[in-house]
Structures are given as C-alpha cells and as structure tokens.
Nanobody
Framework: QLVASGGGLVQAGGSLRLSCAAS????????VGWFRQAPGKEREFVSA??????MTEDADSVKGRFAISRNQVEVSLQMNSLKPEDTAVYYC????????????????WGQGTQVTVSS
C-alpha cells in the first residue's frame, strides 16, 4: 500500500512538499509516478522517477516548478511557484514498467492527497 501525504492549502506562489511511502514493501525497487486529478477532469501525469533515481520525467505544465526525488523509503515531490491550476488530488503510484506518463504502467496506487492553491 502506498501512502501519500503533504497536501494542504497554500496561496499562489507558495510551496508544498508531497511524500509517498510504501508500507510493507521494498519501495526502492519500484518506479514511481505522481499524477493529479482535478474535479471534472481526467487524471493527468505530473512527474515520475525511475527505481534507481537516475531518470526523471516531468509534465510540461510543471517543468521548472516541481522536482521529484527519492531515497530508499520515500519519493518526494517538491512543488514551488504553485498556481491555482495546480489544485487537484495528487496520487502517487508505483510500478516496474519504467517511469512512465501512462497510468497503465503502475499497479500500486496511494489514496491521494488534496492540494488547493488559492489565488
């Protein structure tokens, strides 16, 4: 099971740091991705990191603002310069098919954490 945490309410231009940890699993052997879903919209890719941490990929909408990183027990998503359009429920996911933008490559999902950015 994956546990996502760190969400909250922040003003535009502010920062948040999300964390994703796995309970009862060897987390470092998984590729991990972050996705988000806003009300009435489809789930979209945000960022991903390979199991060794050597490869990362970010959505164009967050490049230069968000940074994904990991250690052996958790994956973090540092979110800076937040915008109201970043408001969504953020989900972390783990899989072994490579860091991917496609949700089908991930078979473990966390419960989501709400991020709300006020203008």
């Amino acid at each position: 099971q994956l546990v996502a945490s760190g969400g909250g309410l922040v003003q535009a231009g502010g920062s948040l740091r999300l964390s994703c940890a796995a309970s009862g699993r060897t987390f470092y052997s998984y590729d991990v991705g972050w996705f988000r879903q806003a009300p009435g919209k489809e789930r979209e890719f945000v960022s991903a990191i390979s199991r060794g941490g050597f490869m990362t990929e970010d959505a164009d909408s967050v490049k230069g603002r968000f940074a994904i990183s990991r250690n052996q027990v958790e994956v973090s998503l540092q979110m800076n310069s937040l915008k109201p359009e970043d408001t969504a429920v953020y989900y972390c996911a783990a899989g072994v098919g490579g860091p991917s933008k496609d949700t089908r490559y991930y078979n473990l999902w966390g419960q989501g954490t709400q991020v709300t950015v006020s203008s």
